[in-house]
């Protein structure tokens, strides 16, 4: 039995939802503490693991599960230096998700 094939999109038809770029970002900033954390790099503030980790009062083994979850949602960009890994906030990244969001919501709402 043959599958159907997608339904056909006009151009310039809106699109269905949000890439996954975005999704990532909206789910990194759906948490408390990940919002918390993204605080602590404002004003171009550079940290590392344990810095995060004692400023946030948390782990080290969380400050860097959220940290990860942060850079795959592009709020956050590191760079190594030697053994010790530094963050900050991507602001690039954050302005295209917020562009795709704004783009979708204009469409929908």
């Known amino acids: 039995m043959d599958e159907p094939e997608p339904a056909a999109v006009a151009p310039g038809a809106a699109p269905t939802g949000l890439g996954p770029d975005t ?3 909206l789910k990194a900033l ?30 080290q083994a969380t ?6 979850l942060l850079r795959r949602g592009r709020i956050v ?9 530094y963050y900050r ?6 302005v295209a998700a917020l562009a795709e969001l704004q783009s979708y919501l204009m469409t929908c709402c």
């Open 23 to 25: 999704q990532e970002f």
């Open 77 to 85: 960009t590191s760079r190594r230096e030697g053994k010790t890994v």
């Open 30 to 59: 759906g948490s408390p503490t990940r919002q918390r954390i993204m605080m602590l790099f404002s004003q171009g503030a550079e940290l590392s693991v344990g810095e995060v980790a004692e400023r946030a009062g948390i782990s």
């Open 63 to 68: 400050a860097s599960q959220q940290l990860t």
């Open 89 to 94: 906030a991507d602001r690039d990244g954050a």
